[in-house]
């Protein structure tokens, strides 16, 4: 099992930034992704970023040049730099990770993310 761990969520000012940051820990070898979804009410989940082992991140057409996804191997933390915030942003985030040879999709209690002047 992995258990995923969110901090970072907030209320900011269009234009603002925030940083979430996911932390791992259980069984955590052969993590091959990681990543945050993020949902509205009344809407499906909708993938924001990636970042593999390897260290290929993807990217959400409506995020693209203002978040950034990285990952911190020594902490086994993820972390996310939101920048140029838009109402549009706001929503829960969810952090979730993937191993190799597993089927099942992990997921962190999510964090709230709010938008507004």
């Known amino acids: 099992q992995v258990q995923l761990v969110e901090s970072g969520g907030g209320l900011v000012q269009p234009g603002g930034s925030l940083r979430l940051s996911c932390a791992a820990s259980?069984?955590?070898?052969?993590?091959?992704?990681m990543g945050w979804y993020r949902q509205v009410p009344g809407k499906q989940r909708e993938l924001v970023a990636t970042i593999t082992s390897g260290g290929s991140t993807n990217y959400a057409d409506s995020v693209k040049g203002r978040f950034t996804i990285s990952g911190d191997n020594a902490s086994n933390t993820g972390n996310m730099q939101m920048n140029s915030l838009e109402p549009e942003d706001s929503a829960v985030y969810y952090c979730?990770?993937?191993?190799?040879?597993?089927?099942?999709?992990?997921w962190g209690q999510g964090t709230q993310v709010t938008v507004s002047s």
């Open positions: 979730y990770a993937k191993k190799l040879a597993d089927i099942r999709t992990y």
């Open positions: 259980g069984s955590i070898f052969s993590i091959n992704a």
